[in-house]
Antibody, heavy 118, light 108 residues
Framework: QVQLVQSGAEVKRPGASVRVSCEAP??????IHWIRRAPGQGLEWMGIINPTGDTTNYAQQFQGRVTVTRDKYTNTVYMELTSLRTEDTAMYYC?????????????WGRGTLVTVSS | EIVLTQSPVTLSVSPGERATLSCTAS??????LAWYQQRPGQPPRLLIY???SRATDIPARFSGSGSGTDFTLTISGLQSEDFGTYYC??????????FGQGTKVEIK
């Protein structure tokens, strides 16, 4: 079954960092995005990594705090968010555009809940 | 950055009725618009791309229209599984990819 498999829920203290993984078997030629949804909020695009893992782009509001990396040997993409704040409590999704020519998201992971609380 | 504004914020609809959701872009995006459905506890699901093309396995009661700056998602004959939050997303100019703030469709 075609899917993106994400790591499990995390609970972190303010100021800590979190790393969320997304296994993407069969999608080594695809761009992978990270998108989050905070409670009571809408979907928010965070960043993207290219198929070879050497180019990334991040939303301005996350610049300096987010890093997306890719392990081509395990077909796994990682999203690390540092200096966590309570407002970073959210469901984090990885997603991709199955066809490289189409820039909408037709395959999503099930999400990873990150809770930031003291 | 292209801003998408959705209306209404909440829509109360009885089962079997029609729901009409709107999405307005801050500048022309041609037909580079997608719609997603998100039910509680689930990831978003692609419904519509290219403003009016249904994604794989999406029922015909979902239809999209519009071009330029004004777009509409229509759900004809609302069913119980259709309740949830709907988002529009533009892919005309990126990064960043941007979403509307969502419309929650609830049972009347």
């Amino acid at each position: 079954q075609v899917q993106l498999v994400q790591s499990g829920a995390e609970v972190k203290r303010p100021g800590a960092s979190v790393r969320v993984s997304c296994e993407a078997p069969g999608f080594n030629r695809n761009y992978i995005h990270w998108i989050r949804r905070a409670p009571g909020q809408g979907l928010e695009w965070m960043g993207i990594i290219n198929p070879t893992g050497d180019t990334t782009n991040y939303a301005q509001q996350f610049q300096g705090r987010v890093t997306v990396t890719r392990d081509k040997y395990t077909n796994t993409v990682y999203m690390e968010l540092t200096s966590l704040r309570t407002e970073d409590t959210a469901m984090y999704y990885c997603a991709t555009n199955v066809s490289p020519a189409n820039w909408y998201f037709d395959l999503w992971g099930r999400g990873t809940l990150v809770t930031v609380s003291s | 950055e292209i801003v998408l504004t959705q209306s209404p914020v909440t829509l109360s609809v009885s089962p079997g009725e029609r729901a009409t959701l709107s999405c307005t872009a801050s500048q022309s995006i041609s037909d580079n618009l997608a719609w997603y459905q998100q039910r509680p506890g689930q990831p978003p699901r692609l419904l519509i791309y290219g403003a009016s093309s249904r994604a794989t396995d999406i029922p015909a009661r979902f239809s999209g229209s519009g071009s330029g700056t004004d777009f509409t998602l229509t759900i004809s004959g609302l069913q119980s599984e259709d309740f949830g939050t709907y988002y529009c997303q533009q892919y005309k100019e990126w990064p960043p990819w941007t979403f509307g703030q969502g419309t929650k469709v609830e049972i009347k």
